[in-house]
Nanobody, 123 residues
Framework: VQLVESGGGLVQPGGSLRLSCTAP????????IAWFRQAPGKEREGVSC?????????IFADSVKGRFTAFRDYAKDTVDLQMNSLKPEDTATYYC????????????????WGQGTQVTVSS
């Protein structure tokens, strides 16, 4: 299973970005889908998770609650992460990940990963 992220870039503090995760020939309904991020020198941090068969994320890291939403875009066949009110501390490489067994913000539970997309929040 190959996941591919897109949509990263440079944005000013307070701005928004929408990331997308796609996977050709991948049935999203069979997997739990999560977003993670990793800043330089830091551990990979779980951001959100969508339960198997769900359409929107129910689990979010405290650091992004109220600012980020994650959902399935059925028209595009992607899993997206909408990021609003971005802060410099949101700067990181963002990854989508999938696993068959559970929804978690623990990276060790995920077998399938994308290559990541860079998000930089700076003025």
């Amino acid at each position: 299973v190959q996941l591919v992220e897109s949509g990263g870039g440079l944005v000013q503090p307070g701005g928004s970005l929408r990331l997308s995760c796609t996977a050709p020939e991948f049935n999203w309904a069979n997997y739990y889908i999560a977003w993670f991020r990793q800043a330089p020198g830091k551990e990979r941090e779980g951001v959100s998770c969508i339960r198997k068969g769900g359409s929107s994320a129910e689990i979010f890291a405290d650091s992004v609650k109220g600012r980020f939403t994650a959902f399935r875009d059925y028209a595009k066949d992607t899993v997206d992460l909408q990021m609003n009110s971005l802060k410099p501390e949101d700067t990181a490489t963002y990854y989508c990940a999938a696993n068959f067994w559970s929804c978690s913000l623990d990276a060790n539970r995920y077998a399938y990963w994308g290559q990541g997309t860079q998000v930089t929040v700076s003025s």
